[in-house]
């Protein structure tokens, strides 16, 4: 698949009401938001079964149904919810019969025939998901060990429901284990000028030959520009990033350097969330960025960071800048 360097993240979409919600939000805009990202020439759309407990995937569906030239369609499984309390945090879950019935789920819900990246959203451990809180619960004896669900994987991929097969948030032990399987064609990791603790991910997909489609790369709004203390601390109750230490504990030295990128942006004409983004695309082995909008004017305010090339020197000056704030963890270069 040749994909843009940009893809439309369904997550700030997926509506209120569950966990890890970003708050309520209008699906007549969001469709909206969907269809200009296309027109605007993006060609995937990343989604999950569990953003909005599926009601991002269906609006997804909503979106494409009837578009001529259809954008390819990624969403994750493993994350599975309770029906009867939305509001519980999803368990990691990757038993083979769990995975067959979500994506038969998925595939409904977006009304498509095939699905064109399945991956696998976070490691099973047979526990909650508890990203609101800074951790990730930990493996418990339930847990689908992953030469079993990655197995399950590339079944669904030789009965053509999928076309290709990727991992979420797993590490390089991990994706080692995967590829002696079968190939992992690709990997969606965490990635900013926030949070470059992927690097190594990054690095072995590269030797592998293995895309690399990074999330968050405006830190989930902190490197748009637009964000403030005041508006961290006005953030209601029904959205995740209120409780999250990005936004309060941390929040001074993120936006240090969202800060730092307003100079760089000036020098281009650009957005800071276009440099953000830009920032993420321009490290070896990116093949794309996941980006986000909860409407059209937001996708105008980053859709420009595909066309952007930062320059050694304005790649220097914001790992000066990262360096100095001590925001974030990983390499502030490229190496």
């Known amino acids: 698949m040749k994909i843009s360097r940009l893809g439309f993240g369904s997550w700030a979409v997926a509506g209120a009401g569950w966990r890890f919600a970003w708050g309520a939000t209008d699906d007549a805009e969001s469709i909206a938001a969907i ?3 296309v027109e605007s020439g993006v060609n995937w759309i990343d989604t999950a079964a569990v953003y909005g407990l599926g009601h991002s995937e269906e609006l997804v569906g909503k979106a494409i149904a009837g578009l001529a030239d259809k954008p390819y369609v990624f969403t994750k499984a493993g994350l599975v919810w309770d029906p009867a309390d939305p509001q519980a945090a999803p368990r990691r879950i990757m038993k083979p019969a769990s995975v067959r019935r979500e994506v038969e789920d998925s595939l409904r819900r977006l009304g498509v025939d095939r699905i064109d990246l399945y991956q696998v959203h976070y490691p099973d451990t047979g526990e909650s998901l508890e990203y609101a ?6 493996v418990s004896p339930n847990a689908t060990p992953l030469e079993e669900y990655w197995q399950v994987m590339a079944d669904l991929k030789a009965e053509g429901k999928v076309r290709a097969i990727g991992l979420s948030n797993h590490g390089v032990e991990l994706l080692e284990a995967a590829e002696k399987i079968a ?8 990635f900013s000028a926030l949070n470059r603790s992927a690097a190594a991910e990054i690095a072995w997909a590269r030797e592998h030959g293995t895309g690399v489609i990074v999330y968050s790369p405006m830190q989930s709004g902190l490197l748009t520009g637009a964000f403030t203390a005041e508006r961290a601390a006005a953030l209601p109750a029904g959205d995740w990033r209120a409780a999250h230490h990005d936004f309060t504990t941390g929040l001074a030295a993120n936006l240090q350097v969202a800060e730092a990128l307003r100079p760089v942006a000036a020098r281009h004409g650009a957005t800071v969330a276009e440099v953000a983004v830009a920032w993420a695309l321009a490290w070896p082995g990116v093949t ?4 986000g909008a909860r409407s ?3 996708v105008d305010g980053w859709i420009g960071a595909a066309g952007l090339t930062l320059t050694p020197a304005d790649l220097e000056e914001i790992a000066a800048a990262i360096t100095a704030s001590g925001a974030g963890t990983g390499p502030a270069r490229a190496v």
């Open 35 to 37: 269809r200009h990202a």
């Open 133 to 138: 809180g800074g951790g990730f619960g930990a």
């Open 183 to 190: 190939h992992v064609d690709a990997v969606q990791p965490p």
């Open 288 to 291: 794309g960025a996941i980006v």
């Open 296 to 298: 059209a004017a937001q």
